[in-house]
Protein backbone atom coordinates (compact mmCIF):
# COMPACT_ATOMS: atom_id res chain seq x y z
CA UNK A 1 0.00 0.00 0.00
CA UNK A 2 2.80 2.61 0.59
CA UNK A 3 4.03 1.90 -2.77
CA UNK A 4 0.77 2.84 -4.39
CA UNK A 5 0.41 5.81 -2.18
CA UNK A 6 3.85 7.11 -3.01
CA UNK A 7 3.08 6.55 -6.89
CA UNK A 8 -0.71 8.27 -6.55
CA UNK A 9 1.59 11.31 -4.48
CA UNK A 10 4.05 11.50 -7.25
CA UNK A 11 1.27 11.91 -10.08
CA UNK A 12 -0.61 13.95 -8.62
CA UNK A 13 2.19 16.25 -7.77
CA UNK A 14 3.22 16.06 -11.50
CA UNK A 15 -0.56 16.73 -13.03
CA UNK A 16 -0.19 20.25 -10.69
CA UNK A 17 3.00 21.04 -12.46
CA UNK A 18 0.78 20.94 -16.09
CA UNK A 19 -2.15 22.56 -14.19
CA UNK A 20 -1.04 24.75 -11.55
CA UNK A 21 -3.96 24.55 -9.34
CA UNK A 22 -4.56 21.29 -6.66
CA UNK A 23 -8.18 21.49 -6.93
CA UNK A 24 -8.14 21.27 -10.75
CA UNK A 25 -5.52 18.52 -10.63
CA UNK A 26 -7.60 16.14 -8.25
CA UNK A 27 -10.67 16.30 -10.58
CA UNK A 28 -8.67 15.59 -13.49
CA UNK A 29 -6.76 12.73 -11.85
CA UNK A 30 -9.96 11.23 -10.05
CA UNK A 31 -11.51 11.27 -13.60
CA UNK A 32 -8.56 9.63 -15.52
CA UNK A 33 -7.99 7.07 -12.92
CA UNK A 34 -11.91 6.44 -13.21
CA UNK A 35 -11.67 6.22 -17.00
CA UNK A 36 -9.03 3.83 -16.72
CA UNK A 37 -10.85 1.74 -14.24
CA UNK A 38 -13.81 1.91 -16.55
CA UNK A 39 -13.59 -1.16 -19.06
CA UNK A 40 -13.18 -3.46 -15.87
CA UNK A 41 -16.72 -1.76 -13.96
CA UNK A 42 -18.70 -2.36 -17.79
CA UNK A 43 -17.37 -5.85 -17.46
CA UNK A 44 -18.23 -5.94 -13.57
CA UNK A 45 -21.95 -4.60 -14.90
CA UNK A 46 -22.34 -7.31 -16.85
CA UNK A 47 -21.43 -10.30 -14.53
CA UNK A 48 -23.80 -8.49 -12.48
CA UNK A 49 -26.66 -8.42 -14.51
CA UNK A 50 -26.42 -12.06 -15.71
CA UNK A 51 -25.53 -13.14 -12.15
CA UNK A 52 -29.40 -11.48 -11.66
CA UNK A 53 -30.85 -12.91 -14.36
CA UNK A 54 -29.88 -16.92 -13.32
CA UNK A 55 -31.75 -15.68 -9.95
CA UNK A 56 -34.65 -18.31 -10.76
CA UNK A 57 -32.80 -21.05 -11.43
CA UNK A 58 -30.47 -20.82 -8.66
CA UNK A 59 -33.20 -20.47 -6.19
CA UNK A 60 -34.48 -23.77 -7.93
CA UNK A 61 -31.43 -25.56 -7.13
CA UNK A 62 -31.69 -24.17 -3.63
CA UNK A 63 -34.90 -25.34 -3.03
CA UNK A 64 -33.83 -28.80 -4.78
CA UNK A 65 -30.88 -29.29 -2.97
CA UNK A 66 -31.37 -27.58 0.71
CA UNK A 67 -30.67 -30.67 2.43
CA UNK A 68 -27.58 -31.45 0.90
CA UNK A 69 -24.90 -28.48 0.41
CA UNK A 70 -22.30 -30.54 -1.54
CA UNK A 71 -24.56 -31.05 -4.03
CA UNK A 72 -26.20 -27.62 -4.40
CA UNK A 73 -22.68 -26.13 -4.60
CA UNK A 74 -21.88 -29.06 -7.33
CA UNK A 75 -24.86 -27.85 -9.50
CA UNK A 76 -24.22 -24.03 -8.95
CA UNK A 77 -20.69 -24.83 -10.42
CA UNK A 78 -22.32 -26.57 -12.86
CA UNK A 79 -24.81 -23.61 -13.95
CA UNK A 80 -21.91 -20.83 -13.69
CA UNK A 81 -19.57 -23.33 -16.04
CA UNK A 82 -22.86 -23.60 -18.86
CA UNK A 83 -23.54 -19.88 -18.65
CA UNK A 84 -20.20 -18.77 -18.69
CA UNK A 85 -20.08 -16.54 -15.36
CA UNK A 86 -17.63 -16.45 -12.57
CA UNK A 87 -19.48 -15.63 -9.48
CA UNK A 88 -16.50 -13.27 -8.48
CA UNK A 89 -16.13 -11.87 -11.91
CA UNK A 90 -18.10 -8.76 -10.08
CA UNK A 91 -16.09 -8.30 -7.04
CA UNK A 92 -12.46 -6.99 -9.04
CA UNK A 93 -13.59 -3.71 -9.83
CA UNK A 94 -15.19 -3.11 -6.59
CA UNK A 95 -11.86 -4.19 -5.01
CA UNK A 96 -9.64 -2.09 -7.02
CA UNK A 97 -11.68 0.78 -6.28
CA UNK A 98 -11.57 0.20 -2.56
CA UNK A 99 -7.68 0.41 -2.71
CA UNK A 100 -7.73 3.35 -5.22
CA UNK A 101 -10.25 5.23 -2.29
CA UNK A 102 -7.90 4.54 0.54
CA UNK A 103 -4.55 4.99 -1.23
CA UNK A 104 -6.09 8.11 -2.28
CA UNK A 105 -7.25 8.98 1.62
CA UNK A 106 -3.54 8.52 2.84
CA UNK A 107 -1.54 10.10 -0.34
CA UNK A 108 -3.94 13.14 0.14
CA UNK A 109 -3.30 13.14 3.99
CA UNK A 110 0.37 13.08 3.49
CA UNK A 111 0.26 16.26 0.94
CA UNK A 112 -2.26 18.10 3.47
CA UNK A 113 0.14 17.63 6.10
CA UNK A 114 3.35 18.47 4.46
CA UNK A 115 1.12 21.51 2.87
CA UNK A 116 -0.13 22.30 6.86
CA UNK A 117 3.60 22.25 8.03
CA UNK A 118 4.38 24.41 5.16
CA UNK A 119 2.30 27.40 5.97
CA UNK A 120 2.40 27.20 10.12
CA UNK A 121 6.27 27.07 9.46
CA UNK A 122 6.34 30.03 7.02
CA UNK A 123 4.02 32.27 9.11
CA UNK A 124 5.77 32.10 12.19
CA UNK A 125 8.81 33.28 10.52
CA UNK A 126 7.29 35.92 8.64
CA UNK A 127 4.38 36.47 10.71
CA UNK A 128 3.23 40.30 9.07
CA UNK A 129 2.19 38.48 5.50
CA UNK A 130 -1.30 38.13 5.11
CA UNK A 131 -1.41 34.17 5.80
CA UNK A 132 -4.50 33.76 3.29
CA UNK A 133 -2.37 34.22 0.84
CA UNK A 134 -0.45 30.44 1.66
CA UNK A 135 -3.69 28.40 1.30
CA UNK A 136 -4.95 26.86 -1.59
CA UNK A 137 -8.48 27.91 -2.00
CA UNK A 138 -11.34 26.63 -3.82
CA UNK A 139 -14.63 28.41 -4.58
CA UNK A 140 -16.23 28.76 -0.67
CA UNK A 141 -13.32 26.68 0.44
CA UNK A 142 -10.61 28.71 2.10
CA UNK A 143 -7.71 26.02 2.09
CA UNK A 144 -8.12 23.25 0.35
CA UNK A 145 -6.14 20.94 3.05
CA UNK A 146 -8.72 21.58 5.86
CA UNK A 147 -11.37 20.27 6.48
CA UNK A 148 -14.62 21.65 4.75
CA UNK A 149 -16.81 23.03 7.52
CA UNK A 150 -17.72 25.94 9.80
CA UNK A 151 -16.59 23.59 12.64
CA UNK A 152 -12.57 23.74 11.30
CA UNK A 153 -10.75 26.85 11.01
CA UNK A 154 -8.81 27.63 7.51
CA UNK A 155 -5.03 27.47 9.61
CA UNK A 156 -3.85 24.96 11.28
CA UNK A 157 -4.07 25.06 15.19
CA UNK A 158 -1.79 23.45 17.58
CA UNK A 159 -3.63 20.04 17.98
CA UNK A 160 -3.80 19.20 13.56
CA UNK A 161 -0.02 20.28 13.22
CA UNK A 162 0.82 17.62 16.40
CA UNK A 163 -0.83 14.65 14.45
CA UNK A 164 1.56 15.30 11.40
CA UNK A 165 4.89 12.82 11.35
CA UNK A 166 8.03 14.31 12.52
CA UNK A 167 9.58 13.41 9.60
CA UNK A 168 7.75 15.66 7.90
CA UNK A 169 8.15 18.62 10.04
CA UNK A 170 12.28 17.80 8.83
CA UNK A 171 12.05 17.29 5.26
CA UNK A 172 9.67 20.46 4.99
CA UNK A 173 11.78 23.00 7.16
CA UNK A 174 14.64 21.63 4.84
CA UNK A 175 12.71 22.83 1.74
CA UNK A 176 11.71 26.05 3.13
CA UNK A 177 15.32 26.49 4.39
CA UNK A 178 17.02 25.78 1.02
CA UNK A 179 13.90 28.03 -0.55
CA UNK A 180 15.41 31.05 1.86
CA UNK A 181 11.84 31.03 3.57
CA UNK A 182 13.18 30.52 6.85
CA UNK A 183 16.67 30.40 8.32
CA UNK A 184 17.21 26.72 9.32
CA UNK A 185 15.45 23.44 9.08
CA UNK A 186 14.45 21.33 11.89
CA UNK A 187 15.90 18.47 12.82
CA UNK A 188 13.88 16.02 15.14
CA UNK A 189 14.97 12.70 16.05
CA UNK A 190 12.04 10.85 17.11
CA UNK A 191 8.17 12.17 17.76
CA UNK A 192 8.68 12.92 21.92
CA UNK A 193 10.94 15.69 20.52
CA UNK A 194 8.17 17.20 18.12
CA UNK A 195 5.59 16.81 20.77
CA UNK A 196 8.02 19.44 23.30
CA UNK A 197 8.59 21.70 19.99
CA UNK A 198 4.34 20.96 19.64
CA UNK A 199 4.16 22.21 23.80
CA UNK A 200 6.84 25.08 23.89
CA UNK A 201 6.97 26.59 20.32
CA UNK A 202 3.64 25.55 18.00
CA UNK A 203 0.89 26.26 20.80
CA UNK A 204 2.60 29.35 22.47
CA UNK A 205 2.26 30.88 18.53
CA UNK A 206 -1.18 29.64 18.01
CA UNK A 207 -2.46 31.55 20.89
CA UNK A 208 -0.48 34.90 19.80
CA UNK A 209 -2.02 37.73 18.51
CA UNK A 210 -0.55 36.95 15.25
CA UNK A 211 -1.84 33.62 14.67
CA UNK A 212 -5.20 33.81 17.21
CA UNK A 213 -6.98 35.32 14.99
CA UNK A 214 -7.19 33.09 12.43
CA UNK A 215 -8.39 30.34 14.60
CA UNK A 216 -10.36 32.05 16.52
CA UNK A 217 -13.96 30.56 17.78
CA UNK A 218 -17.47 33.16 16.81
CA UNK A 219 -17.92 34.79 19.87
CA UNK A 220 -20.97 32.79 21.39
CA UNK A 221 -20.39 29.54 19.29
CA UNK A 222 -17.39 28.38 20.72
CA UNK A 223 -17.56 24.48 22.78
CA UNK A 224 -21.27 23.81 21.86
CA UNK A 225 -22.99 20.66 22.98
CA UNK A 226 -24.89 18.17 20.95
CA UNK A 227 -27.23 16.13 22.40
CA UNK A 228 -24.25 16.01 25.49
CA UNK A 229 -22.28 13.71 22.90
CA UNK A 230 -19.15 16.04 21.77
CA UNK A 231 -19.19 19.54 21.27
CA UNK A 232 -18.21 21.69 18.58
CA UNK A 233 -17.28 25.57 17.50
CA UNK A 234 -18.18 27.66 15.11
CA UNK A 235 -15.72 29.38 13.52
CA UNK A 236 -14.97 33.49 12.79
CA UNK A 237 -13.04 32.11 9.64
CA UNK A 238 -14.59 28.74 9.17
CA UNK A 239 -13.31 26.85 6.25
CA UNK A 240 -16.44 25.98 4.36
CA UNK A 241 -19.89 25.10 5.36
CA UNK A 242 -20.19 21.56 4.95
CA UNK A 243 -21.07 21.43 1.02
CA UNK A 244 -18.64 18.25 0.06
CA UNK A 245 -19.59 16.02 3.24
CA UNK A 246 -23.10 16.83 2.14
CA UNK A 247 -22.15 15.98 -1.34
CA UNK A 248 -20.79 12.97 -0.65
CA UNK A 249 -23.83 11.50 1.22
CA UNK A 250 -26.09 12.25 -1.68
CA UNK A 251 -24.36 11.07 -4.53
CA UNK A 252 -23.51 8.07 -2.63
CA UNK A 253 -26.98 6.99 -2.25
CA UNK A 254 -27.89 8.00 -5.26
CA UNK A 255 -24.86 6.07 -6.96
CA UNK A 256 -25.60 2.77 -4.99
CA UNK A 257 -29.41 3.03 -5.82
CA UNK A 258 -28.28 3.02 -9.52
CA UNK A 259 -25.83 0.04 -9.07
CA UNK A 260 -28.92 -1.96 -7.84
CA UNK A 261 -31.45 -0.60 -10.72
CA UNK A 262 -32.62 -3.86 -12.73
CA UNK A 263 -30.49 -6.27 -10.43
CA UNK A 264 -32.65 -9.21 -9.18
CA UNK A 265 -32.04 -9.73 -5.60
CA UNK A 266 -33.26 -12.44 -2.77
CA UNK A 267 -34.79 -10.68 0.98
CA UNK A 268 -31.35 -11.40 2.51
CA UNK A 269 -29.42 -9.51 -0.60
CA UNK A 270 -31.43 -6.40 -0.31
CA UNK A 271 -30.67 -6.47 3.28
CA UNK A 272 -26.94 -6.92 2.73
CA UNK A 273 -27.02 -4.26 0.35
CA UNK A 274 -29.33 -1.58 2.53
CA UNK A 275 -26.41 -2.03 5.27
CA UNK A 276 -23.91 -1.44 2.81
CA UNK A 277 -25.04 1.36 1.57
CA UNK A 278 -25.77 2.88 4.91
CA UNK A 279 -22.30 2.04 5.66
CA UNK A 280 -20.48 3.90 2.88
CA UNK A 281 -23.06 6.71 3.28
CA UNK A 282 -21.79 7.13 7.01
CA UNK A 283 -17.89 6.34 5.89
CA UNK A 284 -18.08 9.10 3.31
CA UNK A 285 -19.72 11.53 5.92
CA UNK A 286 -16.92 10.89 8.49
CA UNK A 287 -14.08 11.14 6.25
CA UNK A 288 -15.38 13.93 3.97
CA UNK A 289 -16.17 15.73 7.05
CA UNK A 290 -13.09 15.33 9.26
CA UNK A 291 -10.23 15.45 6.68
CA UNK A 292 -9.02 17.38 4.28
CA UNK A 293 -11.49 18.97 1.70
CA UNK A 294 -9.09 17.42 -0.68
CA UNK A 295 -10.01 14.18 -0.43
CA UNK A 296 -13.50 15.38 0.24
CA UNK A 297 -13.45 16.76 -3.38
CA UNK A 298 -11.54 13.58 -4.82
CA UNK A 299 -14.60 11.60 -3.28
CA UNK A 300 -17.54 13.56 -4.73
CA UNK A 301 -16.22 13.68 -8.12
CA UNK A 302 -15.16 9.90 -7.90
CA UNK A 303 -19.14 9.17 -6.96
CA UNK A 304 -20.66 11.96 -9.90
CA UNK A 305 -18.57 10.21 -12.41
CA UNK A 306 -19.81 6.51 -11.24
CA UNK A 307 -23.36 7.84 -11.47
CA UNK A 308 -22.37 9.10 -15.00
CA UNK A 309 -21.11 5.54 -15.73
CA UNK A 310 -23.85 3.86 -14.29
CA UNK A 311 -26.56 5.79 -16.59
CA UNK A 312 -24.17 5.37 -19.43
CA UNK A 313 -24.11 1.42 -18.58
CA UNK A 314 -28.15 0.98 -18.15
CA UNK A 315 -29.04 2.86 -21.19
CA UNK A 316 -26.36 0.35 -22.94
CA UNK A 317 -27.51 -2.72 -21.76
CA UNK A 318 -31.36 -1.21 -22.35
CA UNK A 319 -30.23 -0.91 -25.95
CA UNK A 320 -29.05 -4.12 -25.65
CA UNK A 321 -32.31 -5.97 -24.33
CA UNK A 322 -34.51 -4.29 -26.74
CA UNK A 323 -31.79 -5.62 -29.75
CA UNK A 324 -31.77 -9.58 -28.08
CA UNK A 325 -35.71 -8.92 -28.14
CA UNK A 326 -35.89 -7.91 -31.33
CA UNK A 327 -33.64 -10.67 -32.92
CA UNK A 328 -35.38 -13.04 -31.04
CA UNK A 329 -38.54 -12.41 -32.73
CA UNK A 330 -37.10 -12.64 -36.27
CA UNK A 331 -35.88 -16.54 -35.06
CA UNK A 332 -32.47 -15.21 -34.94
Known amino acids: MGFLNDLL ?32 NLKSRRSTMRMSSLQPK ?47 FYALRTFANEQLVRMFLTFYHNPEMDPHTLTEPFIWIRNLWMPDSPFASFMPDARSLGFVDYKV ?20 ADSKALQAFITDVVTPFVNSEAYAPYVAAAPGLENLSIMGLFRISF ?9 LPILS ?27 MIYMMVFMSLYFCATYNSAFALY ?30 EVGI
Open 9 to 40: LTLIKALYSVVNNYALTIILFTVLIKLAVSPL
Open 58 to 104: MKELQDKYKDDQEKLNQKMQELYRKEGISPMGGCLPMLISMVILFAM
Open 169 to 188: WNDISAQLMNAGTIPEALSF
Open 235 to 243: FKEGNGFFV
Open 249 to 275: CATQILMQRLTMKNTQMDPSQAGSQKM
Open 299 to 328: WVVANVYAIAEQLVFNRYFEQQDIKSAKAK
